[in-house]
């Protein structure tokens, strides 16, 4: 089993270990944009089925419950999987994308108006 951690593994890796399963397997004839988008929905609804009905706090505790945790994780590695795989099928760059999308947030939330606020930017 291959042994990844966010401090030592590049995302290029990520994405080429997330490829190279769904080939193994024949199932980029499964991945279009459209049923990956749907897929991504899907795990996200199950990541949050797991606080449902919870106070903010009861879920900051209740994730460190190790069973629970556990499930999480699943369904967190289950959306990010599907959100990598939609890069690699549609050629789009993350780190990219991810950049160009944290300087429009700046942007929008400029630290002296958002900070310790959680309006929506026309609210600011």
């Known amino acids: ?17 997330v490829l190279a399963f769904a080939k193994a397997r024949d199932w ?8 990956l988008s749907m897929a991504i929905a899907g795990e996200a609804a199950e990541l949050m089925e797991h606080f449902l009905w919870q106070s903010p706090e009861q879920s900051r ?12 994780e699943e369904e967190l590695a289950d959306v990010f999987i599907f959100a990598v795989e939609f890069a690699n099928v549609t050629g789009i760059d993350i780190a990219a994308i991810i950049e160009k999308k944290m300087q429009r947030n700046g942007e929008k939330y400029p630290v002296e108006k958002a900070r310790g606020r959680s309006e929506k930017y026309t609210e600011l």
């Open 1 to 17: 089993m291959i042994s990844m951690n966010d401090a030592e593994t590049p995302l290029q890796a990520i994405k080429e270990r």
């Open 61 to 72: 505790t209740d994730v460190e419950v190790e069973a629970l945790r556990a499930k999480v």
């Open 28 to 35: 980029e004839q499964f991945h279009s944009p459209k049923n």
